[in-house]
């Protein structure tokens, strides 16, 4: 059929379905989503973290028994360094003067586009009190195998913080960033509930760990979320990136920074002992293993010009290979840390209290009670595409209990003197599969 409209009539048709296409062609994507809470200043201080696709306002509505409390804050923008160059809005809001134990529901979002409802519970700034704590590393996209029992106890109200010791997703900017959006969405059931504090990892390293610095809200104001500290109940958490040490293309000067702020944060944290006794670091890459996946486990002495046996991953305990500057294993002994904890390795690992290769148990029928030395967790059996590890045949005279099922590490700090540590096999349907009690009378430098 021809057209018998005027040319007049032709011209405003053809202007229409411009203007329709481009309506029709434009698609928003203003819905927050990858919502995650952090600690801020203090334990009474959260930070809610979330994304949009498109630029909107970030505001949180919350309250005990409707959403009668409004906190705004701001956005980023983040690009993703690989070809396409995906750009994705961040926002942070602080919440700030929140009751202690009480639950708050809240949503968050703009005027556009507001997420589901979600809830937290408002820990305590004060030290009398026994934190629960969940932690694991190594967590990717594909194969999260303890995420799912994880997503469960976080609902039902069983820790009040979980650490995430370094490795996200596999990797966080896979796909031009496709999969570590995917993997904010999966820890989300976990991480909206309860503080979800991190330490970078290995897999983090593409384009300067941009994407864990962008993503992630930690406390402080040092380290760009790479290094920072926090007090919750009697213990002060001190996370820090291992991976420094083995990524020197993107400077020394990082190094430094960070061995110049542990050194002030612990000296500041053993004056405070009194009130906050127990001192527990966390960090990606361990200093001690024995797996025999062909990484730093295995690696051999040549790695660094000092001899050192193969179990060690030396630039964490020495520091950087040649020089040995900036060594945290003496940095941590001489300040009287209590509890190292480690991910990496597909496994789980406990120690004896060990330091500088030598166990340094309290008594031979108590090793932990009143140890001469940290004692080391290795946790990263979470799991994800690379699987589990397998052991060295050669068991290390300082490793109390080994296993490679995927699982995920349980502490509660009771008070003052008591920490208790134990392993969930997934495998095994959530059995606890080893645990340990750690028990101090005083707390600083070993003797």
Not at 33 to 49: C, Y
Request: negative net charge; contains cysteine; hydrophobic residues 35%.
């Amino acid at each position: 059929m021809l057209c018998t409209c005027s040319p007049r009539g032709m011209v405003r048709f053809v202007v229409l379905w411009s203007v329709l296409q481009c309506c029709w062609a434009q698609v928003l994507y203003t819905r927050p989503e990858q919502i995650h809470l952090a600690l801020g200043g203090s334990s009474s201080e959260l930070v809610l973290t979330w994304s949009t696709f498109n630029a909107t306002d970030s505001v949180v509505e919350y309250g005990t028994t409707s959403l009668n409390l409004r906190a705004t804050g701001g956005s980023s923008l983040f690009v993703d360094g690989g070809s396409l160059h995906r750009p994705q809005y961040i926002h942070r809001v602080s919440l700030t003067g929140l009751q202690a134990g009480q639950r708050y529901m809240y949503h968050v979002g703009s005027a556009v586009a507001w997420s589901d409802l979600f809830f937290f519970t408002a820990l305590r700034s004060d030290a009398s009190w026994s934190p629960r704590v969940a932690l694991f590393g190594d967590m990717g996209n594909e194969n999260a195998q303890s995420l799912p029992r994880l997503q469960s106890e976080a609902q039902q109200g069983m820790y009040d913080a979980v650490l995430h010791v370094g490795d996200f997703a596999y990797d966080m900017n896979t796909d031009d960033g496709l999969v570590g959006d995917e993997f904010m969405r999966q820890i989300e059931a976990v991480a909206a509930y309860v503080p979800y504090m991190t330490c970078v990892g290995n897999h983090e390293n593409a384009y300067n760990f941009s994407h864990y610095k962008a993503r992630f809200s930690m406390p402080g104001d040092d380290g760009a979320n790479m290094f920072y500290s926090f007090d919750l109940g009697p213990v002060h958490f001190v996370g820090i990136a291992t991976e420094f040490y083995f990524y020197l293309q993107y400077g020394l000067f990082q190094v430094l920074h960070q061995y110049e702020w542990l050194q002030r944060d612990l000296e500041m944290a053993n004056q405070n002992r009194a009130e906050r006794p127990w001192i527990v670091t966390f960090g990606h890459r361990p200093m001690y293993c024995s797996d025999d996946d062909g990484d730093d486990c295995t690696h051999s002495e040549s790695i660094v010009s000092v001899p050192g046996p193969v179990w060690m991953c030396l630039q964490t305990r020495v520091g950087i290979p040649y020089l040995h500057l900036f060594g945290l294993e003496k940095l941590f002994y001489d300040h009287g840390v209590d509890l190292e904890l480690w991910a990496h390795e597909h496994s789980y690992e406990r120690f004896w209290p060990v330091y500088n290769e030598e166990t340094r148990n309290g008594s031979t029928a108590s090793p932990y009670t009143n140890p001469r030395g940290p004692v080391h967790i290795v946790t990263g059996s979470a799991g994800c595409r690379e699987g589990r590890a397998s052991f060295r045949n050669e068991s290390l005279p300082f490793s109390a209990f080994r296993s490679n099922e995927y699982g995920y590490t349980r502490i509660n700090i009771f008070n003052s003197s008591h920490l208790y540590l134990e392993q969930v096999s997934d495998d095994q349907g959530g059995k606890v599969i080893d645990h340990m009690w750690i028990v101090k009378d005083t707390h600083g430098a070993y003797p």
